[in-house]
């Protein structure tokens, strides 16, 4: 079915930003970005991995804490589809639910493959990739 190559994961990135403008960033190809996951051991590592490709990141796990979004404003927001990801979804559903946000470019990571599929019917314009390969999703949005 070709649902199926819909929701299928590679090593490579998949998505299209739509209508989503590219982010301007004043620093080349560092990008600010946030980071979210739902487990704090596999996020501080993610975050760093993401900081290795040389961003900064800012980063949230915390299910009783909401994250810190409103200011200042990413120039990606990233989230991990790996665990709890209605939870990610609701944190897309906000980013993107004012006009002022709707530039920031979402980069989903991982998950399986029935929940990334619930999760491009709701966010066709963001960007999926397999877990571990955001810096290069993050490469794309730039290109």
Same mark, same amino acid.
């Given at each position: 079915?070709?649902?199926?190559?819909?929701?299928?994961?590679?090593?490579?990135?998949?998505?299209?930003?739509?209508?989503?403008?590219?982010?301007?960033?004043?620093?080349?190809?560092?990008?600010?970005?946030?980071?979210?996951?739902?487990?704090?051991?596999?996020?501080?590592?993610?975050?760093?991995?993401?900081?290795?490709? +040389?961003?900064?990141?800012?980063?949230?796990?915390?299910?009783?804490?909401?994250?810190?979004?409103?200011?200042?404003?990413?120039?990606?927001?990233?989230?991990?589809?790996?665990?709890?990801?209605?939870?990610?979804?609701?944190?897309?559903?906000?980013?993107?639910?004012?006009?002022?946000?709707?530039?920031?470019?979402?980069?989903?990571?991982?998950?399986?493959?029935?929940?990334?599929?619930?999760?491009?019917?709701?966010?066709?314009?963001?960007?999926?990739?397999?877990? +571990?390969?955001?810096?290069?999703?993050?490469?794309?949005?730039?290109?």
């Amino acid at each position: 079915m070709a649902r199926a190559a819909v929701v299928r994961q590679s090593s490579s990135c998949s998505g299209t930003t739509g209508r989503v403008a590219q982010p301007r960033s004043t620093t080349g190809d560092h990008m600010k970005v946030f980071y979210v996951h739902w487990n704090e051991s596999e996020c501080k590592a993610r975050a760093k991995a993401i900081r290795a490709a +040389g961003h900064t990141v800012r980063s949230h796990w915390s299910m009783t804490e909401h994250a810190a979004l409103k200011e200042p404003l990413p120039e990606a927001l990233v989230i991990s589809l790996d665990r709890l990801p209605s939870h990610g979804r609701q944190i897309a559903e906000w980013m993107w639910e004012a006009k002022k946000r709707q530039h920031i470019p979402i980069v989903f990571e991982g998950g399986v493959q029935e929940k990334v599929a619930t999760t491009k019917e709701k966010f066709p314009r963001a960007v999926y990739c397999a877990s +571990g390969h955001v810096a290069d999703a993050l490469r794309r949005l730039k290109a």
